[in-house]
């Protein structure tokens, strides 16, 4: 008999351990084998039972979810409140909520903690195309994931973004419709605890009912300039988001520290709130610093377990659960189900016809000043809040995109209070700059085509696995949409008297960490990777959630979409796979 070793309470690296006990049931069904569970038999024979001949323990829970952002724990958070064992394992380290510790280190102390994000040697991608930033830099691997740094702007996508093709002729209609998902956003504004109403807002969805929280109402300013809009047929309003206008839960209401990236009382939305409650359950177990490089599928299309890698011991284990959910994001999904192969599933998991990795998508997100010979004293009350969604479903929205504007009470220039001694010549100049000056963001819509996608580089990480290539090259139907923009714009500058201005070029667009795509959903095989609830084609017990799941983009920001999914998705899997 080989020998084990001690790993967190675990066996690691047996090739055969004896049971003196002929029933090992309870084991073989339990979470985790552990040291205690082991009897040693030297010499007697006749109640040997072989338990494991492997080079890695092998460790088991109901369900497995691979990333902790927030689809993957809104699920996890679900599950578990309904007493379903559920083990989540996110790359990264583990990432305090509150971000008490976050605001005292980024903010008091001016200090970005390496400690706080993944190791990048983990984390590489390539990027080819008129990607104008580096798009890893947009991605966070931690306890939470992008949803620990976003904007919570929490907007339900139109009905006519769910049929794009139908309605306009071009993209691709979405296996679901609005009415469908409806149900589904009213319990994901309450998860998040959502803030905001419709009553100013015409170009609303309809809801089925009221946000849970108050708005927060325009600022004194943002009432001035929607006047001058007003004036010109222009319509601003309030935002729906997910930052606590009062006491909500366990949630304090917002106390405008205006640092919402590093919201220190748990105001502003993150999954760390619902993983800490997951957790509390007793039923949800959270891994943090582990790596999983594949998942494996028998020849019936049944998904058996995940192998696991630890970023920090160097240790590797199989995990094998009932179900399997992948929410690692955009990027790591496609790579997760790329690397996933076998005898079966030459292409990877999902792939017979061929959709993997194909029709990403990106936000191009272009930011514009506006000054004013007035003082407009920007973001000295309250978060983002003022928006336009008047221009989302315009009447050419087929030629070219529908777009989403925000005017908001955010600082142009942030910093500007912490010069630093070179700078202090120039404060006066910066602080005029600063008080007249307000932004816009241009929030369009862009298509999805051949010529965006992700594939398997020939580069590999330090596992010996390929690292994804993105290639995203703008089309035409880009290029109109920000002519669209630039017209817009300028209807802004006469509208509120703006002396001067600066629009983003072309050229100068973020995504604000929206991946779509890649994955996406559909009604067969040969047209998408996963199905309406998001289980993968060909495999009967694995899904996916977050946006890799999206058919288009939209002008809307698409996190409660993927909550909404994630719920949605939660559901079916108790009801057909765990009832």
């Not at 040997?48 to 996890?76: F, H, P």
């Not at 080819?128 to 580096?134: K, S, V």
């Not at 609005?178 to 969805?205: C, I, K, M, Q």
């Amino acid at each position: 008999m080989a020998g084990y070793a001690a790993w967190p309470g675990r066996l690691h690296k047996t090739t055969v351990i004896y049971l003196n006990s002929p029933d090992i049931s309870c084991l073989r069904n339990s979470s985790s084998i552990t040291i205690r569970d082991v009897r040693v038999l030297h010499k007697s024979r006749n109640l040997l039972t072989t338990l494991i001949r492997s080079e890695t323990i092998m460790t088991e829970s109901t369900v497995a979810i691979i990333g902790s952002g927030i689809a993957g724990t809104t699920i996890a958070y679900l599950l578990a409140k309904q007493g379903i064992d559920v083990q989540v394992f996110e790359k990264g380290p583990d990432y305090a909520y509150p971000q008490t510790e976050q605001f005292t280190e980024e903010i008091l102390n001016q200090y970005d903690n390496p400690a706080n994000d993944l190791d990048r040697k983990y984390r590489q991608i390539i990027q080819d195309g008129d990607i104008p930033y580096e798009v890893d830099k947009e991605r966070f691997f931690r306890v939470g994931g992008m949803a620990t740094r976003w904007g919570a702007i929490t907007l339900r996508m139109q009905p006519v973004d769910f049929a794009v093709r139908t309605h306009y002729g071009r993209g691709e209609d979405w296996p679901i419709t609005y009415d469908e998902l409806e149900p589904y956003y009213g319990r994901a504004e309450v998860l998040l605890g959502t803030s905001g109403s419709n009553d100013d807002n015409p170009f609303a969805p309809p809801r089925s009912q009221p946000l849970p929280l108050p708005p927060f109402e325009l600022s004194y300013m943002e009432q001035v300039l929607g006047e001058k809009l007003r004036d010109h047929n222009i319509i601003l309003h309030t935002t729906p988001q997910a930052r606590t206008r009062t006491l909500y839960e366990t949630r304090p209401g917002c106390q405008n520290y205006g640092v919402c990236r590093v919201c220190p009382i748990g105001a502003r939305y993150s999954p760390g709130y619902h993983m800490q409650l997951a957790q509390q359950t007793g039923f949800c177990t959270l891994r943090t610093n582990v790596s999983v490089r594949r998942v494996d599928v028998d020849q019936s299309g049944t998904a058996r377990s995940i192998l696991l890698h630890d970023n920090l011991t160097g240790d590797e284990w199989e995990h094998s659960a009932r179900v399997f959910i992948l929410a690692p994001g955009t990027i790591e999904t496609f790579r997760l189900l790329s690397l996933s192969t076998n005898d079966q599933f030459r292409d990877g998991l999902g792939n017979s016809g061929g959709q993997l990795g194909k029709r990403l998508g990106f936000h191009q997100i272009r930011y514009a000043l506006l000054r004013y010979p007035e003082p407009v004293f920007p973001g000295r009350a309250g978060p983002h809040t003022a928006e336009s969604h008047q221009f989302i479903d315009h009447a050419d929205r087929g030629s070219y995109g529908g777009i989403k504007i925000e005017f908001t009470e955010a600082e142009p220039r942030p910093g500007i209070a912490n010069p630093t001694f070179d700078e202090l010549n120039n404060l006066a100049e910066s602080a005029d700059f600063f008080l007249h000056t307000r932004w816009m963001w241009f929030h369009p819509e862009s298509d999805m085509t051949a010529e965006k996608y992700i594939t398997l580089s020939d580069t590999r990480d330090p596992f010996g696995d390929p690292i994804p290539h993105i290639y995203y090259q703008s089309s035409a139907f880009d290029e109109e949409t920000y002519a669209f923009a630039e017209r817009l714009f300028q209807q802004f500058i006469e509208a509120t008297g703006a002396e001067s201005s600066f629009l983003q070029p072309y050229n100068g667009w973020t995504s604000w960490s929206h991946h779509l795509g890649t994955a996406r959903m559909g009604t067969s095989p040969d047209n998408s990777v996963v199905d309406k609830y998001c289980k993968v084609h060909g495999v009967s017990n694995l899904f996916t959630a977050g946006s890799s799941s999206f058919v288009e983009t939209s002008p809307i920001n698409p996190t409660l979409t993927i909550v909404a999914l994630a719920i949605r998705t939660a559901d079916y899997i108790k009801d057909q796979h765990l009832a």
